[in-house]
């Protein structure tokens, strides 16, 4: 079979497991997305539909309809995460593979999720909230799911130390040979975070070994791979970095208050998991400090050129002096 007919093959079973098994595909035109971070093959399909009205009957053309999908080449990880979480009722896309046992990477399709999202018109209050409700739901579904998910990774120490070591380090050093560089942050500042990362390694043992609060991680929580679905829900996209480990490595992300943060740890508290508040507070300055720096090093190497990625670099280095609970 051609790439062609077993991608038609493909958007075909999608709209029958998830839309209408009574829906006919009646034309499909495709186009490529930018490549995301990780310049993975992804491309967006616009389907016309036509239902049929009834029994035996072909479609008439008066309820046809159009759905947007998502193709990507996604890896074993994020295919078999995202089949669990869609099973658990999670805010993730619907999601189908034609080769759900292959190790390597293959076409999953997903559900175009912000295809019919108004990002002007967004009730941010009401939305933070529902995020912090489904992010609670699904660490507190997997909790301890060890034995289910054997195929994610675990993060541990060796993590930290690369992400720092290999990943910040260069890119740090790099931004510092910028002649601007100490004056737009501050010396005082950067001297801060280089003391953080220093000893880093050390201070995120507490995290990497609370077992306790050990789950499904999505792990990769940046800003593109949180989207509005119909302007009402947040769903989490993109789970090829998910990892079996510490619910404290992905909230510090989405988590830009004290409030928002108890909001978080009362949804979990709902869902069954207590975490005391001295605990919660030091785990989480921890896990911000590591993930600002771990964030950071793609804004190192852009942020004169590009104030977003300023501003960016700025909230990152935010999270490593400054994170919320210190
Ligand atoms: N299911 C989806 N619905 C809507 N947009 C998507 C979807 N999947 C990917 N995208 C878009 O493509 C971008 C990159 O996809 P992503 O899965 O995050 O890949 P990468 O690993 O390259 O970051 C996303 O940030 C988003 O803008
Ligand atoms: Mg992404």
């Known amino acids: 079979m051609t790439d062609s007919c077993k991608l038609t093959g493909l958007l075909k079973d999608t709209v029958y497991c998830f839309v209408s098994p009574d829906a006919q595909v009646l034309s499909v035109e495709s186009s490529p997305i930018s490549a995301g971070s990780r310049a993975v093959e992804l491309s967006r399909h616009r389907l016309k539909l036509g239902v049929s009205s009834g029994e035996n009957e072909a479609s008439t053309g008066a309820s046809?309809?159009?759905?947007?999908?998502?193709?990507?080449?996604?890896?074993?990880?994020?295919?078999?995460?995202l089949s669990r979480l869609y099973a658990q009722g999670a805010k993730v896309p619907f999601s189908l593979s034609n080769q759900p046992q292959c190790e390597g990477r293959s076409l999953l399709c997903i559900q175009d999720v912000d295809d019919q999202t108004d990002y002007s018109r967004l009730d941010i209050a009401a939305l933070e909230a529902k995020e912090m409700q489904a992010l609670a739901y699904i660490h507190s579904k997997n909790l301890g799911c060890r034995e289910e998910v054997p195929w994610l990774p675990v993060v541990d120490e060796d993590q930290i130390a690369v992400a720092v070591g290999h990943w910040w380090k260069p890119a740090w050093k790099a931004a510092k040979s910028h002649p601007d560089f100490a004056g737009t942050f501050g010396a005082?500042?950067?001297?801060?975070?280089?003391?953080?990362?220093e000893g880093i390694v050390s201070a995120m043992v507490p995290v990497i070994e609370d077992t306790a609060t050990y789950t499904m991680i999505h792990n990769d929580l940046n800003?593109?791979?949180?989207?509005?679905?119909?302007?009402?829900?947040?769903?989490?996209?993109?789970?090829?970095?998910?990892?079996?480990?510490?619910?404290?490595?992905?909230?510090?992300?989405?988590?830009?208050?004290?409030?928002?943060?108890?909001?978080?740890?009362?949804?979990?508290?709902?869902?069954?998991?207590?975490?005391?508040?001295?605990?919660?507070?030091e785990l989480f300055a921890v896990a911000s400090r590591y993930l600002?720096?771990?964030?950071?090093?793609?804004?190192?190497?852009?942020?004169?050129?590009?104030?977003r990625a300023k501003a960016d670099l700025c909230k990152y280095m935010d999270m490593v002096t400054r994170p919320l609970f210190s």
């Open 188 to 197: 005082e500042r950067l001297a801060e975070i280089e003391s953080v990362a």
């Open 64 to 81: 046809d309809s159009e759905i947007s999908l998502i193709t990507k080449l996604a890896n074993y990880n994020e295919r078999s995460a």
């Open 292 to 307: 600002g720096l771990r964030y950071m090093c793609w804004n190192l190497g852009v942020w004169e050129h590009n104030e």
């Open 223 to 281: 800003p593109g791979n949180v989207l509005v679905h119909n302007n009402e829900e947040v769903y989490f996209i993109d789970w090829e970095e998910a990892c079996y480990g510490s619910l404290f490595l992905d909230i510090p992300m989405r988590c830009s208050s004290v409030r928002q943060a108890f909001a978080y740890k009362k949804y979990l508290n709902n869902y069954g998991l207590e975490i005391p508040d001295a605990k919660f507070a």
